[in-house]
Every structure is written in C-alpha cells, then in structure tokens.
C-alpha cells in the first residue's frame, strides 16, 4: 500500500470492470479500493443507466457498505423492500442483507463505501435475485 500520507485519484481514472463481465454500455463499475493504496476501506463508482437493474444481488459475510446516491435516481431492492433513492440520499447495508440497485428515469451515479478486502471474498453473488 501507499506509503504517502495522501493520494489523489479521480474515480473516472480507475479501470472500468463492467465490460471485462459484458454489463457495458448499461453499467460502469469502477472499483478504487487499489489505486487509492486503501487498508481498511473500500471506495467504488457506479453509474447505471435509465432502468438498468444489475443482473445479481449480493450481500457480505462481514462487510457493510454505504450506498450514496450523487445523481440521478435508483430503485435498490435491499431484502425484500424497494427502496426509492434520489440524488445525495445514503442508505447503509448490513453485511448479511441482500443488495441491488437499478437505475432509474435517468439512470443515475453511486459511490459505494465498504470494509477493506478480505484474505478470503465474503462476497455472495446471487444471480436473478431480483424479478419482477
């Protein structure tokens, strides 16, 4: 890790995951846990666009995450409650509760705040959790 006291990353510098797993143009995820030299925090953008929901929830063995809204608007299923979100609302999520947001009308920007890398993921992907 970093061994300044300070480091300066633009999020929109940091590699873009989405494509390398064909959520691209819908989705840009960009995880900043790295390139910020972080130890005990993880930082990661996203940008969904108009109605993309992601295809998986998740949810944490350890790890709770804040969600913040910077534009835009999204629905995030968050168990078995929809959530309406709107520009500059945060909402935190305990590690065990299952995650997933979707953009809404006009798709919409998130920074996420989590726990720092486990030796092991404690991460639960869990495909089409969320249907209509």
């Not at 947001?101 to 639960?124: K, L």
Request: a negative charge; proline letters at 7%.
């Amino acid at each position: 890790m970093s061994t300044a006291p300070y480091t300066v990353v633009n999020l929109k510098d940091v590699d873009d995951a989405a494509p390398r797993f064909g959520l691209a143009p819908n989705l840009e995820s960009r995880f900043a846990r790295g390139a910020l030299g972080l130890e005990h925090a993880g930082l990661s953008y996203f940008r969904l666009a108009p109605g993309f929901r992601q295809p998986f929830g998740h949810r944490h063995a350890r790890q709770e995450e804040v969600y913040l809204v910077v534009s835009g608007s999204v629905r995030m299923k968050v168990d078995d409650e929809i959530l309406e979100l709107r520009g500059w609302d945060a909402v935190r999520v305990a590690p065990a509760t299952v995650r997933c947001p979707e953009g809404g009308p006009n798709g919409a920007e998130i920074v996420v705040f989590g726990a720092p890398a486990q030796e092991t993921s404690d991460v639960e992907l869990l495909r089409g959790w969320w249907s209509d």
